[in-house]
């Protein structure tokens, strides 16, 4: 019986991951656009602005992957950097809403209070990609931006802008990253 009941449940399995069903559709254009312009590996270099933690700034190196989700209607992006010491690990997962027309993404790190958080509504704004969002620092409601830009096929660079309460927008960490080139 139990045998049985194991055939029935691979058999369903196969059944729904078959070519012709609903999980095997074809991603959106909005998917297919994300994925052309970030999928692969990438060195990344970060400026930190003067700040409470850095009151000189600071600078680290790191590397990041973007990889596709499930059915290509996601993507994944694993980060890791480091300054000095201390290592940073993020890990975010981008996907298109179509009801609300707008990139949505969940955002996950090892500073995180939370451990993850809603990394705001984002869209192409030209040849930009942007997102706003809210957050806290240090007990405080904060405003961030992140602002992709200078996309070619070889690099791009990520702003990240913070409001501290009612202050205005000001850049907090510039990311640069640069394609890994093929291992030969």
Not at 52 to 71: I, K, L, V
Request: charged share 25%; proline share 4%.
């Amino acid at each position: 019986m139990r045998t049985l009941l194991y055939v029935v449940l691979a058999s369903s399995l196969v059944l729904f991951a078959s070519p012709g069903s609903e999980a095997a559709t074809r991603p959106s254009a909005e998917m297919e656009r994300l994925i052309k312009t970030f999928e692969g590996r990438w060195i990344v270099r970060e400026t930190h602005a003067s700040s409470e933690w850095a009151p000189q700034g600071a600078t680290a190196t790191g590397r990041a992957e973007f990889t596709r989700g499930p059915g290509s209607e996601s993507l994944l992006q694993t980060y890791r950097s480091s300054i000095g010491t201390f290592a940073f690990e993020g890990h975010g997962v981008t996907w298109w809403n179509k009801e609300a027309r707008h990139y949505q993404g969940i955002w996950c790190e090892n500073t995180a209070r939370d451990g993850c958080a809603d990394s705001g509504a984002v869209r192409w704004e030209g040849d930009r990609l942007v997102a706003d969002y809210a957050g806290e620092a240090n007990g405080k409601r904060t405003k961030l931006r992140r602002t992709i830009s200078e996309v070619t096929p070889h690099s791009f660079k990520v702003v990240i802008e913070m409001a501290i309460g009612n202050a205005p927008l000001r850049p907090a960490i510039t990311v640069i990253y640069e394609r890994e080139r093929p291992r030969d």
